[in-house]
């Protein structure tokens, strides 16, 4: 059986910097940008916990406002459109397409799964020159609980008829990698600058990009 | 039946800027606390939403690890035992001990309810003078679910022998108002400076601390 590999979005193949400019005219700091992404998490966690699912747009959206709530600002009234545009347009990280055909040219099945609704991870893809390159486009919201959420990883094994002993979920995000060792597949956590790993929760390997492709190939 | 309250501690009670010297010295930048309390709960939601519960002292330190890699900094390693210990010894807001005395006055049973060990919590209250002012003090490590976890409210509602519909969780906490709410117990948000509520699950009430506690004795 070919190694499957699932592969996470935002920002572990696609730069969501490019967002920057919205929230530096917004807020005045494009620091407010990771911010923002943070407040999007902690929603999207706590909503999981609850079982009071919400699509990760939805989320977004309420995040803008929880992220205005505590700066003390006020929200733009035309932010939240440009976030979800610009999300659509996002480029790919400068390492990505390769690791992407390393990965293909190596035999592996590749997966997108992700938290955002289809149709916005399709765009995005599309956008960025990377469609091609997968075998599936998978979103947590088919199954309408979002990564960490084990049903997001079971969801990705049943959809490329995959065992989770043979598959990869690949991120940049410690808290993925967490709930993919939790669903029991092998785990690689891909160095972004500002991201970090559960330390509680290691992946099996992790560094960049092109080299976890490689090591994940080696088998 | 008297009205139950049920009060979160870190932040809605006690003020975390304490600890701010801590991250000064380790990281130069006392922005960098309010960041590891994020950290801190992304941990937490995350283990909550994977079921693999560990006690919130061991959050804190692994936040303090995150931390350190999303800044790229090394922590100090004397941060951790730093941080324990005043976590310990925070002391409250202006506005706590005035509030806490007129809920009690108006007949309300208190019952501290936070993620923290109960002898952290013990500790925190003895400290910050407001020990006898509770009729209970209760931790979501008792039942090995954290806040917002359904266990964890259903544990307070259980120790105090109260019904959700008379009962009211009081938190500085969007994520927590989310909690109580879908557990079936009127909230209140306590406005602090840098806390937000979430748009997509608002409290009952809002307001300060003050404020709040007199709606609540209204009824």
């Known amino acids: 059986m070919p190694t499957t590999v699932f592969l996470d979005v935002n920002e572990t193949l696609l730069d969501l910097s490019a967002l920057d400019p919205h929230f530096t005219a917004a807020f005045g700091d494009a620091q407010t940008r990771p911010k923002w992404f943070a407040e999007l998490l902690q929603l999207a966690l706590t909503h999981t916990v609850t079982g009071d699912y919400r699509d990760f747009s939805v989320l977004g959206e ?54 955002n609704p289809l149709p916005v991870v399709q765009a995005q893809l599309e956008h960025a020159g990377l469609g091609d390159l997968f075998t599936g486009v998978l979103s947590a919201d088919t199954v309408q609980t979002l990564k960490p959420g084990r049903a997001a990883y079971l969801h990705g094994l049943q959809a490329a008829g995959a065992d989770a002993a043979d598959s990869w979920l690949v991120a940049a995000h410690g808290w993925d990698i967490t709930g993919a060792r939790a669903a029991g597949l092998r785990t690689a956590f891909v160095t972004r600058p500002g991201q970090a790993q559960n330390s509680l929760a290691p992946a099996d390997v992790s560094g960049p990009l092109a080299e976890v492709a490689g090591t994940i190939l080696a088998g």
């Open 62 to 115: 309420a995040a803008l406002h929880a992220l205005g709530q505590k700066l003390g600002q006020p929200v733009p009234a035309d932010l939240p459109n440009q976030v979800r545009a610009t999300m659509r347009q996002l480029p790919p990280h400068p390492d990505t397409h390769a690791a992407l055909e390393r990965l293909r040219g190596g035999g592996a099945a590749l997966y997108a799964l992700t938290n």
